[in-house]
């Protein structure tokens, strides 16, 4: 829990970039693929979260929001966010929905990454990700052996 914003604290702490800050945008309450995990019915998913950040020396940079993803969104000013991580519920609908609720937040020339994106299988990240580049003429780039997306917004 946490290791995605703990990697983006890394990256950050390793350039020297300190200015910058992730927020975290989760409700901390799982997807579809947790709901047999006992830290889901106790709701501990976000204990479990701050803690591992701070064991972690990460919690000075990450900021976390808890609230759905598209209600999360609505509390950022577009053209702000220089990186935007896409990593929520993977269904086809939730990740179309999530790309087309923060595609504005991003700064022009900012980046969008996508998470359990399987060319292979053509999953419903890989279909969302396909259809939103494609309604917003943007190339789809697929890093080899890694399961991302990557969309460059254009300046
Ligand atoms: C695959 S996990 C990603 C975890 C994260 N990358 C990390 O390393 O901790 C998916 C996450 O999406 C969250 N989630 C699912 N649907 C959501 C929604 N509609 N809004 C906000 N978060 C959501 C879940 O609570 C879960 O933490």
Known sequence: ?????????????????????????????????????????????????????REASADLLIRPVRAPSVEGAKRFLDNSLDILFVDGNHSYECCLEDLEA????????????????YADTKNGVYRAAQEFAAKNALAVQEPEGLRFFILKKPQ
């Open 1 to 53: 829990m946490g290791g995605s914003s703990i990697a983006l604290a890394n990256g950050l702490m390793s350039s020297r970039n300190l200015g910058g800050v992730i927020y975290a945008v989760d409700t901390w309450g799982g997807s579809p693929e947790h709901e047999d995990f006992d830290f889901i019915r106790d709701d501990a998913m976000y204990g479990m979260f701050l803690r591992n950040i």
């Open 102 to 117: 923060w595609y504005s937040k991003v700064k022009p020339g900012g980046t969008i990454l996508g998470h359990d994106y």
